[in-house]
């Protein structure tokens, strides 16, 4: 393909990609396909001769949307939102195009450049404390990671570095191997299991910490297990504090966990990667208070602040902290420039410092194109009102006896079942998810069987969500006429 077939096909894909999306409420949002469905439908190996690109096209809808789920149909309320708009997939082709691997300032600048001050512009937004944003001469300053499980697990090794370094300080004569047995790190049981996996690499032991009636974690149920553990001589080094967890959306207390985690010695990470999109709006913003007892906080734009997938924002109060647990320089990586006393050298701006692989895309063009195409009222009024749909639902939810709304609903996820059994409520959600007409999924809240109805597609209306209350009565209303006969 030369450049002028590049043109042609780049604007039929551009056409292509803009009817899906625009179309994409006539799809049925879950396929109707079993595992193993695809490779049948193609060669076992590659061409040894060149195919046409109306052969590939062709096959887009006849190999790979039957099997698609409709992530950014306005009928899946699903775990939470993919975020996705124009702008943002704009960003993303000019991304590829320039396709620089941007590890150091010197192989690409802008690349480097643009992302520490876009994370700045982030970082304003939810208001973070000045020690977090990079600025002029700050300490801190923003990255952008694929997921929050990286942010999480990047944070968990920088923690445990610092932790090694602190205790051998302290007592010389523990080995480096000696420490790691002792370390422990901490979250709440409604904390996401990235957070779990992120011990496991790092090779460390977890504990939950018991979270209260609300689904949230308090300063005296940290304490008292702090408290247990230090006197059996581990060292507590780390909890990852949640705002907005998976299940229900609850938010752990800072203002009482931080001067814990701060006076113990122990990191802080606030993994925020849903709700955290939300705190550009001052009515949310109070969720985020004792943000500053914190040593690192993560949130996902990918999620709800309409910049597709991957773009994960994190920050750190001090960089060193993560520069010191992962600088590894081979000559091949220096430049010239690294020994001006230019700011952005000076200040290890070298990101693959603080990533796990070495090379990196240009993701900040996404939040650039974004933020300016949006503006931060757009992006605030496009929060709000999925907001508003969800305590939409909620309302629909607690007018209908037969159901009860489980977890306070503060932002876009309702968790609700029917009044009974979790067999029940088991069985309402496989007959909403066979029927394919909205797509759901459930989680534990305590002993109880939930269903979740999250607030996910950029285009979902109020006309979206009264059908899905109607589609979920109604199945209700079936199941339960055979479920009285049958379990008689």
């Not at 393909?1 to 551009?14: L, N, P």
């Not at 006849?62 to 309320?77: A, E, L, N, Q, R």
């Not at 689904?215 to 006197?231: N, R």
């Not at 969720?287 to 990918?302: I, K, M, R």
Request: aromatic share 12%; charged share 25%; hydrophobic share 40%.
């Amino acid at each position: 393909m030369d450049a002028a077939e590049f043109r042609k096909r780049g604007k039929e894909m551009v056409d292509y990609i803009a009817d899906y999306l625009e179309k994409i409420d006539k799809r049925q949002v879950f396929p109707d396909v079993e595992p193993g469905y695809l490779r049948p439908l193609i060669p076992d190996c590659a061409p040894q001769d060149p195919e046409t690109f109306e052969d590939v096209f062709k096959d887009i809808e006849k190999i790979i949307m039957p099997g698609v789920t409709h992530w950014h149909s306005p009928y899946f309320f699903a775990y939470f939102p993919a975020a996705s708009s124009f702008p943002a997939l704009l960003a993303d082709m000019l991304c590829g195009g320039i396709g620089c691997v941007g590890f150091s300032w010197a192989a690409s600048p802008a690349c480097t450049e643009l992302e520490t001050v876009m994370l700045d512009w982030l970082g304003k937004m939810i208001n973070l404390p000045e020690e977090f944003l990079a600025g002029k001469d700050g300490q801190g300053g923003g990255v952008i990671q694929g997921s929050a499980s990286e942010a999480t697990l990047i944070s968990l090794l920088a923690a445990r570095t610092k932790a090694i370094r602190r205790v051998q300080s302290e007592k010389p004569e523990l080995t480096e191997a000696d420490i790691m047995g002792r370390l422990v790190a901490y979250a709440s049981d409604q904390a996401h299991s990235s957070v779990e996996r992120a011990a496991l690499i790092g090779g460390v032991k977890i504990k939950t910490v018991s979270s209260d009636d609300t689904f949230s974690v308090c300063g005296s149920s940290l304490k008292k297990v702090l408290d247990e553990d230090k006197a059996s001589g581990l060292i507590p080094f780390f909890f990852c504090a949640t705002l907005g967890t998976t299940p229900c959306c609850s938010f752990d207390k800072l203002l009482e966990l931080g001067p814990i985690c701060n006076k113990e010695n122990i990191w802080m990470h606030i993994d925020a990667a849903y709700a955290g999109s939300a705190f550009i709006c001052p009515e949310f913003r109070h969720f985020l208070n004792g943000v500053e007892f914190a040593d690192s906080f993560n949130f996902n734009p990918h999620k709800w602040l309409l910049v597709n997938f991957d773009c994960s924002a994190m920050w750190v109060k001090k960089r060193s902290d993560l520069t010191g647990a992962f600088k590894l320089e081979p000559l091949y990586l220096q430049h010239h420039h690294q020994e001006s006393g230019n700011f952005i050298i000076k200040c290890n701006y070298y990101y693959f410092h603080w990533q796990i692989p070495l090379g990196r895309r240009f993701r900040s063009l996404k939040l650039w194109f974004v933020l300016r195409m949006y503006g931060v009222t757009g992006l605030q009024e496009h929060i709000r009102k999925h907001v508003r749909l969800s305590h939409e639902f909620e309302h629909l939810v607690l007018q209908d006896e037969r159901f009860e709304v489980c977890a306070e609903v503060v932002l876009g996820l309702v968790c609700f079942r029917l009044k009974g059994s979790n067999e029940l409520n088991k069985a309402l959600l496989k007959s909403i998810n066979e029927a394919k007409k909205i797509h759901l999924v459930p989680c534990h809240l305590r002993e109880k069987f939930v269903l979740r109805f999250a607030i996910c597609s950029r285009t979902v209306e109020s006309t979206h969500v009264k059908f899905a209350w109607q589609h979920i009565s109604q199945l209700a209303t079936d199941l339960l006429k055979t479920w009285e006969q049958n379990h008689h």
